[in-house]
């Protein structure tokens, strides 16, 4: 493997080969690890027996953490995550797994075309297929699906809800990720930005000229992907196991002390700092799967919104969750954050306060979680905010530093693929850097 030390001036992508084994290809999920790169750290640390991910996002860590036969501990305050990460580690036999699918494909029947329904008739076959069950009607419902993917998506959510009746928790958790991960197949949304979700006036005109949705194919596509994946993870002696919470990062203490498992390594990626925003990315996931829905909540669109606030690095904090801020400790950010309160952009400002004091906050957690000794893998860029470098890797690294953490090894390197939304400017990032430190 060839690395691009920190020290260099230039650094280089990665020397590292593309994976395609296993369920990485679940789900499409922006700003994922690259397989490759947890693999090697895993095999760097392999005499740590289990590894937890604060910030799971899809689940990378977790896959190359069993097929190593390490146990891992993944959490992700996202129920979307919480779902992938579930779905992609913990597989099921692929015979019965194709085998349940195809009774859901048989049972579905024919499923409306093209123009055979208008608006006012789907959303009526939608509420009916969903009534009793915890799925919700997206908002907006045909700015993103046309009214015949609208009505067959419902029913399919209609048969595969019965169908998951007598199945194990995951089944269905392997069921509900391919259902996930079809959505934005069958939207208008364009499929190719990583981290946003609109029609893209690209997007218009493909929709102009004619798009083919196909509920049935898509659903059988992400489904046979999926099951080639759990046919590799079957194959792997010694799979390790793996538990999947859905607790805030900064708390994270609490259940890792009432569980059996002691991790001694930590390797994660936050988010970037008001980079992709995923409530907004997955939205329609959300809504479909009904991931907020609590039944004591009168609009699940409302508790979505709400729920998606406390997510880290997210740009949707209300004017009162940024008031009263303590003070960072940190100087430079300080200073930072009051120069670009100066330029006028007081709530950016709080914005970039909050994300380093919840990261002082969920760096404390790692350190209250790992013994003296355990390793903690971050992997993080820097932005840019109103043209003011953001150096997040440096500002992580001494917060790292004052919570009983030294450095041990960094790398540097240029991303290939940094397709993010930076939502001041188009304003992206080129490189990326691994931080390894010991708990000391």
Not at 426 to 432: A, F, I, N
Request: net charge negative; glycine share 4%; with cysteine.
């Amino acid at each position: 493997m060839s690395w691009q030390s920190a020290e260099h001036k230039q650094p280089e992508p990665l020397d590292l080969p593309e994976i395609n084994e296993y369920t990485h290809r679940a789900h499409r999920f922006p700003g994922k690890f690259h397989p490759p790169l947890i693999s090697h750290l895993l095999e760097k640390y392999d005499d740590h027996n289990v590894v937890a991910d604060p910030m799971c996002g899809c689940g990378t860590t977790g896959v190359e953490a069993v097929v190593n036969g390490m146990d891992a501990i993944l959490n992700d305050i996202d129920p979307l995550s919480a779902l992938i990460s579930r779905g992609k580690t913990n597989p099921v036999e692929p015979d019965n797994f194709l085998e349940v699918r195809d009774e859901i494909l048989e049972s579905l029947g024919e499923l409306p075309e093209e123009e055979e329904l208008d608006q006012e008739e789907a959303e009526a076959i939608v509420e009916e297929n969903i009534d009793g069950k915890p799925y919700v009607k997206p908002y907006n419902l045909f700015h993103w699906f046309e009214p015949y993917v609208a009505a067959g998506y419902s029913k399919l959510l209609d048969i595969a809800y019965s169908a998951m009746a007598d199945e194990s928790g995951e089944m269905q958790d392997a069921l509900h990720l391919s259902l996930a991960a079809m959505v934005r197949q069958i939207s208008r949304a364009d499929p190719e930005p990583v981290s946003g979700l609109e029609v893209t006036k690209i997007r218009k005109k493909q929709l102009e000229e004619g798009v083919d949705f196909d509920v049935r194919s898509s659903f059988k596509s992400v489904s046979n992907r999926l099951a080639e994946g759990y046919e590799d993870l079957i194959e792997v002696n010694d799979l390790g196991d793996v538990q999947v919470w859905d607790e805030n990062a900064k708390h994270l203490s609490d259940p890792i002390s009432d569980s059996d498992l002691d991790p001694s390594l930590v390797i994660t990626s936050p988010p970037y700092c008001n980079a992709i925003e995923y409530s907004r990315r997955h939205r329609l996931e959300y809504e479909w799967l009904g991931l907020f829905n609590d039944e004591d909540v009168s609009d699940p669109r409302d508790e979505r919104i709400e729920s998606s606030r406390e997510f880290f690095g997210s740009v949707t904090p209300t004017q009162q969750m940024l008031k009263n801020l303590d003070e960072v400790p940190h100087p430079e950010i300080r200073d930072l954050t009051d120069d670009i309160e100066i330029d006028g952009h007081e709530r950016k400002a709080n914005l970039l306060r909050k994300y380093f004091l919840d990261s002082y906050d969920w760096v404390r957690e790692i350190r209250e979680i790992l013994p003296e000794g355990g390793i903690f893998c971050l992997i993080i860029g820097p932005s840019t905010s109103y043209g003011r470098k953001v150096d997040t890797p440096n500002f992580l690294k001494d917060i790292a530093e004052e919570n009983e953490f030294e450095v041990i090894d960094r790398h540097d390197y240029l991303l290939k693929n940094n397709k993010m939304q930076y939502p001041t400017n188009g304003e992206t990032t080129e490189t990326e850097s691994l931080i390894e430190f010991r708990a000391v």
